[in-house]
């Protein structure tokens, strides 16, 4: 019993032996490794650390030069834009202008038509007053007579809303009229 107790003992010798070598390989791993990180993370380069300073720091005027250039091409872009969207602005301006412009000439051009298509009945009428009395009515010519043309009302009329003088005051007219005969 002793022999068999002797060689358990044998044997956890051994197997513990083996275990604190691979311990001590282990541990003298970890030491070399630690002691090429603070050999690499030493303050004794701190020349290094300065030369990392400098270029962070051309690094950061290098970044504020291109903003500054960045900055002043906006500013010239934006004022470009500005510049175009007055043009645009007196474009349009000048096409309400031209649009009012073809309205008048348009109204001009109808009433310079209607004038002469009353002077041409006038005309007729006059003529066979004197021909053939006074009761007499002439046949009305169509190609004599000039009826005026019909225009689409501009857009500036409809944003306007300009009104007919003339059917607002049959509209007040009217309800005049109406008011009237509800009293009595």
């Given amino acids: 019993m002793a022999t068999i107790w002797d060689n358990e003992e044998a044997t956890s010798l051994d197997s513990s032996s083996s275990e604190s070598e691979e ?4 541990n003298l791993a970890l030491m070399a490794g630690l002691d090429q990180v603070n050999f690499e993370t030493s303050f004794t380069s701190c ?12 690094n950061l005027n290098e970044t504020k030069r291109s903003n500054e250039l960045l900055c002043e091409d906006l500013k010239n ?9 007055s043009n645009l602005k007196e474009l349009k301006d000048e096409e309400k202008l031209r649009e009012e412009n073809n309205y008048l000439g348009a109204t001009i ?23 053939y009395g006074v009761e007499y009515t002439p046949p009305t010519n169509e190609e004599n007579i000039i009826y005026p043309e019909k225009y689409q009302t ?6 306007k809303e300009i009104i007919n003088p003339r059917k607002i005051n049959q509209h007040v007219y009217k309800q005049k009229l109406n008011s009237r005969n509800t009293t009595h």
């Fill in 23 to 26: 311990e001590e390989n282990a």
């Fill in 109 to 131: 051009e109808k009433i310079s038509n209607s004038k002469t298509s009353l002077f041409v009945r006038l005309k007729g009428a006059r003529c066979s007053k004197k021909k």
């Fill in 77 to 85: 872009k934006n004022s470009k834009i500005m510049q175009i969207e």
């Fill in 154 to 159: 501009p857009n500036f009329v409809k944003e």
């Fill in 47 to 58: 020349s290094e650390l300065d030369t990392d300073i400098e270029k962070l720091g051309q």
